[in-house]
């Protein structure tokens, strides 16, 4: 246990020092900062502005954050070699594996955090008081970038970081979709293409689960059980794919 | 301490056919306490063989033991110290932050390490650099913090590859000291060279590889041995009787030293090694 904790912190402390997300970030903030500009056009629907628009940029980041922190950590530590310094040490694989994938949602979380807090305090600042609905969105953001950060790894133990990057980018896209496949399935009379469409729909990361979006910004509530039948699809969907990911890494020669 | 027993690696294309053989049926064995050395021409096999034993690839056929237990078994690799061909580290540590971060996936506790790595880095000449990020290290520093990682857990067993890459020869010279002062400490050294003389100068048994199969193992001084020729030693030889040596000899009245067999060097014996498989 101990040892994935040592792996998490040092993967960490490496994805500080990627310059590419610090770009990132800084244009999140940046855009975050300023939706409160945008408001001008329609005073009267400030707030859903503001937290439609800042919602947005949080999870588009966000995701791309995900995918360009997970998918490089292994292929990269493959082609320097210095996978082969740490698992020539009592480190087992399955430590490794899940050492970078915490180390990965440390940064995915430390920069979610700091898009996070510049938006509370713009609307603190804007409004005098944040709505706490919003912090369930945050929760379930969070758990969509938990389930991509898994599937972007467990790619990344047979891929380059490229093909793990662009794949991670369009399993997070289509996942945004499911549901339209399952309506084109119904569509569609011949037995094959619609076998094909469902077990995509059923094997395929239903990330609209965690979509509350709309719901905060029209005010509405959402229940704590369907939070919490989200995290739970969430945490399912994370197990299998650090499983299948493990199963690829094990048998993969360093 | 090492054990190998008929292992190959193969590696099979796309289609599942065996279409390369980076080791051949390979059997070996290392003692407690030996420094062994592993010649063999670049792409003979050495990396591969390492590899196998410290369970980074899995063999395709045959049996290793290192310290009694399988490679795949991590807590083998609790008293084995590794120094990688051209070892590359975070670039971002300094190291005192590396050998820290190596040493805690040991279970080596802060105490404990705040112990060991000045006295390490002394050892192997990077005091002087103990806040310089990797990053900016030239490739014998590099290879000195690697030497330093490997020692990291007071190992028994030692695997080096090519622990004087990139050295000048002031660094090679001291390198090679040090692992006789780690041998005499008794820890066995696993060593993989295409430097003879490195080998020669450091190691009581050998190997000798080559398109992937062990050719040749055993220990130095019987390896090199030539057979039916003697070394004759004499002190106070005059140079016009040197052309009829023998006879002249006790004619001229010199003190016979010593007989000995006569020895090749360890490169003569390596080039007739390779160019016999050949």
Redesign the interface.
């Known amino acids: 246990m ?2 994935i904790f ?2 998490a912190a ?1 993967t960490f ?2 994805a500080l ?1 990627n310059k590419l997300l610090n770009v990132l970030l800084l244009f999140a903030v940046i855009a975050i900062a300023s939706t409160r500009f945008f408001t001008i056009f329609a005073p009267s629907e400030e707030m859903k502005i503001m937290l439609d628009t800042s919602l947005g940029i949080i999870r588009f980041i966000g995701m791309l954050i995900t995918v360009f922190v997970t998918g490089g950590l292994l292929p990269r530590e493959m082609s ?3 996978i ?9 694989r399955t430590q490794f594996l899940l050492g970078k994938f915490c180390g990965a949602l440390y940064s995915i979380f430390a920069n979610m955090a700091i898009m996070i807090v510049i938006l509370s305090a713009i609307l603190f600042l804007k409004f005098g008081a944040v709505n706490p609905e919003i912090f369930k969105a945050f929760v379930l953001i969070a758990a969509e970038f938990v389930v991509l950060c898994a599937i972007t790894i467990c790619l990344s133990t047979v891929s380059s970081e490229m093909f793990s990057v662009i794949f991670g980018i369009l399993i997070y896209v289509i996942g945004h979709l499911t549901n339209y496949i399952q309506y084109l399935a119904d569509r569609f009379d011949s037995f094959a293409m619609k076998s094909l469409l469902l077990s995509l729909y059923t094997l395929l990361p239903n990330f609209e689960n965690f979509n509350i979006q709309n719901a905060v910004v029209l005010g509405a509530n959402v229940s704590l059980q369907y939070m919490g039948k989200a995290l739970v699809y969430g945490a399912i969907y994370t197990a299998v794919m650090l499983i299948i990911g493990y199963l690829f890494f094990a ?1 993969r ?2 | 301490m090492i054990k190998l027993k008929n292992v190959s690696k193969y590696y099979k294309n796309v289609m599942g056919v065996k279409h390369f053989t980076a080791l051949d049926d390979v059997s070996l064995e290392v003692k407690s306490g030996e420094i062994f050395g592993l010649l063999g021409p670049n792409g003979s096999g050495k990396t591969t063989l390492l ?1 196998l034993m ?5 063999p395709s056929k045959g049996k290793i033991s290192v310290l009694g237990k399988s490679p795949r078994d ?2 083998s ?2 008293k ?1 110290g ?1 120094l ?1 061909e051209q ?4 670039n ?1 540590l300094n190291p005192v932050e590396l050998l820290s ?2 040493g ?4 080596l506790r802060s105490g404990e390490l705040k112990k060991r790595i000045p006295g390490l880095l002394d050892r192997v000449g990077l005091s002087r650099f103990r806040k310089m990020r990797v990053r900016n290290f030239s490739k014998g520093m590099m290879q000195r913090a690697g030497l330093a ?1 490997s020692l990291i ?1 007071d190992p028994d067993l030692l ?1 080096l590859d090519e622990p004087t890459l990139g050295l000048d020869p002031i660094g090679t010279n001291e390198v090679q000291n040090f692992l006789r002062v780690l041998n005499r400490e008794g820890k066995t050294i696993f060593l993989c060279s295409h430097l003879l003389s490195e080998v020669e100068d450091s190691c009581s048994r050998i190997g000798v590889m080559n398109k992937g199969k062990l050719i040749k193992a055993g220990r130095l001084d019987e390896l090199l041995v030539a057979k039916n020729e003697l070394s004759v030693v004499m002190r106070g030889i005059r140079e016009a009787d040197k052309e009829k040596l023998s006879e002249l000899a006790r004619q001229s009245g010199a003190e016979i030293v010593s007989v000995s067999r006569k020895k090749d060097s360890l490169k003569d014996f390596f080039v007739r090694a390779i160019s016999g498989e050949k």
């Open positions: 101990r040892n040592i792996i040092n402390r490496e020092r320097t070699l210095t082969t310094t740490i698992l020539s040490k009592p480190v087992s048998e020669e360093v | 590899r410290l369970g980074l690839i899995f991590v807590r690799k609790m084995i590794y990688p070892p590359y580290f975070y971002f971060f190596y805690s996936l040991f279970g990682v857990n695997f």
